[in-house]
């Protein structure tokens, strides 16, 4: 009898298959009993590369306290084990047991030169793997000579070639002469760069995407902070640059004639840097999209962004958690929110509203956005959260959702008179509105109580003063009701 599986159990199987062949391999930096495939702590590869070498994709190879140097005896360097640690399967994590704090892994100087190469970063990854919970520290790239310049002068702390993942890291007094002195490509996540430096581009990174990340006293000669690399829910303070672009330097030349592709940063502070010229943020022939985030000056575009003075805690003494009254409480955007929880661990999302930066505030009074009602006077204390001062019928959370002033009578989200059209067939829709919210539109065909309303039309940009919807479907003589609302 023939068994016949269906696509579903096919896919299943391939599932288990693939959990059955994953491996957990162990690293001990005192191991004295290392002996290959290192699956138990009394077997235990005694350098991560070991571990690495004899893993398969999808494995994962768990790392025990210490300090484990990068750059390993003149016995263990050979053409198939790297210079420094190199995930070369794809795939594969990397996680150290008990975190930055216990488990570093230290670049630097070669025990002697190797292929011209006379000094190492921490940690390599030629295929995309994820490297989570350890401080590399003190990565200096450096070569005497041309050979394999891309792999190893960029990305003094980790260089991701192809993509990666790099989780709850600490990169710290890292440097690469060729740009990217803490990181150079991939993913970081809750990660912290600190004192990391370029004589190029991207002090502390360099073309990443960053999330959750703490980016401070990082120096280059564009982009201190970073260098053309995406943000979301970061801060990046206190960082220079020799030339320009002290927190983000977001210039690039694409390839001949092509545009490059757009820099996206939202919810983040980039506030408090240093440089000859745009001493934050430096914008020139990238396409730069930001939203809801801290800056000085403002760059062309985005919405929802402020100058305000973020008003972190402690920033002389490098606590940047922000203070009880800071503007960048509840000032985000939900729809950009990184992960459930911010760079301490704790919960991302508290009062409704995504803070902007790393650090996500945890007892606000008010679940409004503080920097709207500063702008307006208003308390900050939650006492004016639901009150309608103006008379509008609409309460001060209502009016922030809706992005109105509410200290003015005349601000109001209202529907104006409809315009029945020919060119093309349809009714013009019309309602008061504001340039920096989203608009969504419904209609129903009766105001009755089990009255039916289905939105026709999503993602509306607001235009400042008014904004018009056509709707092709309205025709003959029927009613149609309509309302509006805003998407945040």
């Given at each position: ?5 269906s ?23 005192n ?19 070991q ?145 990391n430096?370029?004589?190029r ?59 490059p ?83 301490d ?11 902007i ?55 109001a ?66 009613p ?9």
């Amino acid at each position: 009898m023939k068994t016949r599986f269906s696509s579903a159990t096919v896919i299943v199987l391939a599932l288990l298959s693939l959990n059955l062949r994953a491996a957990v391999l162990y690293v001990d930096l005192n191991s004295t009993n290392a002996i290959a495939p290192y699956t138990n702590w009394a077997t235990a590869a005694a350098y991560i590369q070991q571990a690495l070498d004899a893993c398969g994709p999808y494995d994962t190879i768990l790392v025990t306290n210490g300090l484990y140097k990068a750059a390993k005896p003149p016995g263990l360097i050979t053409w198939a084990s790297s210079l420094i640690p190199t995930a070369h399967t794809t795939n594969v994590i990397i996680q150290s047991v008990n975190g930055p704090r216990f488990t570093a892994i230290e670049g630097g100087p070669l025990p002697q030169p190797v292929r011209g190469v006379v000094a190492v970063g921490c940690f390599y990854m030629f295929f995309p793997a994820t490297l989570s919970g350890f401080t590399l520290t003190n990565g200096a790239p450096q070569e005497t000579n041309s050979y394999d310049n891309t792999n190893y002068v960029v990305g003094g702390g980790v260089r991701c070639l192809f993509g990666g993942v790099v989780t709850n890291c600490v990169i710290v007094g890292c440097s690469a002469p060729a740009g990217g002195g803490g990181a150079a490509g991939g993913t970081l996540v809750n990660c912290t760069l600190i004192g990391n430096s370029t004589p190029r581009s991207g002090g502390g990174a360099g073309g990443c995407t960053l999330i959750n990340c703490l980016v401070v006293s990082n120096s280059a000669a564009y982009g201190g902070g970073a260098d053309y690399c995406n943000l979301y829910n970061c801060t990046v303070s206190g960082n220079s640059a020799s030339v320009q672009g002290g927190g983000l330097n977001a210039l690039v030349a694409g390839p001949q004639n092509q545009a490059p592709p757009p820099v996206l940063v939202a919810n983040t502070i980039i506030f408090g840097n240093s440089a000859p010229a745009n001493s934050n943020l430096s914008v020139s022939g990238t396409p730069l999209y930001m939203s809801y985030s801290c800056t000085a000056p403002l760059p062309p575009g985005g919405v929802g962004n402020i100058t305000n003075d973020p008003a972190f805690m402690n920033p002389a003494g490098g606590d940047f958690h922000l203070g009880p009254n800071s503007p960048c409480i509840n000032s985000g955007i939900n729809a950009n929110v990184g992960g459930a929880t911010d760079l301490d661990g704790n919960p991302r999302i508290v009062g409704g509203t995504v803070d902007i930066g790393a650090y996500e505030y945890q007892s606000p009074l008010s679940v409004i956005s503080y920097a709207w009602l500063d702008q307006f006077g208003l308390p900050t204390d939650g006492s004016a959260d639901f009150t309608d001062d103006d008379g509008t019928g609409m309460d001060n959370y209502q009016k922030w959702i809706a992005g109105l002033d509410p200290t003015n009578s005349l601000s109001a989200l209202a529907m104006l008179p409809p315009v029945v059209t020919n060119n093309p067939p349809g009714v013009v829709v019309s309602w008061q509105s504001v340039s920096d919210r989203t608009y969504f539109l419904q209609s129903s065909t009766n105001l009755g109580p089990a009255a039916a309303f289905s939105t026709i039309a999503s993602g509306i940009p607001g235009q400042a003063g008014s904004t018009r919807y056509t709707d092709t479907n309205a025709v003959g003589a029927a009613p149609v009701f309509y309302r509006v609302g805003v998407s945040r």
